[in-house]
């Protein structure tokens, strides 16, 4: 195990493993039975997948600039996107993993890059790998 995934990473991985297979689940029924529903807010929850599992196995493996970079994307992309549903709903017929800051996941989405930026920080004097 990695000083990134021991002790409270452990949880963090946790999460975003969890986080990676339910958007991923997610996005990949929605992609193949209505992917032109709803498009844009499935192919958004394939990405946030992607993102996920990216920053799982960075936390994992303890390659602390993958992680530090796909946490970054994570966490503009949850920011933008749920600015851009707030304040245009009707641009996401359905929602999507970060649709209105994650609300349909109870916020977690929000604070979970947040959680994972504090994370990365707490060990910034350690040398960086990856």
């Known amino acids: 195990m990695s000083e990134l995934s021991s002790g409270p990473g452990r949880a963090l991985v946790a999460v975003y493993a969890v986080f990676t297979l339910s958007a991923g689940a997610r996005s990949g029924v929605q992609l193949a039975t209505g992917f032109d529903h709803a498009p844009v807010a499935y192919l958004l929850s394939a990405v946030a997948a992607l993102i996920?599992?990216?920053?799982?196995?960075?936390?994992?493996?303890?390659?602390?600039?993958?992680?530090?970079?796909?946490?970054?994307?994570e966490l503009a992309g949850v920011l933008g996107i749920g600015l851009y549903s707030v304040l245009d709903p009707g641009s996401f017929p359905e929602p999507t993993v970060w649709s209105q800051f994650g609300a349909g996941y109870g916020y977690i989405p929000l604070i979970l890059p947040v959680l994972g930026l504090w994370w990365l920080r707490r060990g910034a004097k350690e040398p960086a790998n990856g």
């Open 52 to 73: 996920y599992l990216l920053a799982t196995f960075a936390l994992w493996t303890s390659r602390r600039r993958i992680a530090l970079a796909a946490v970054g994307v």
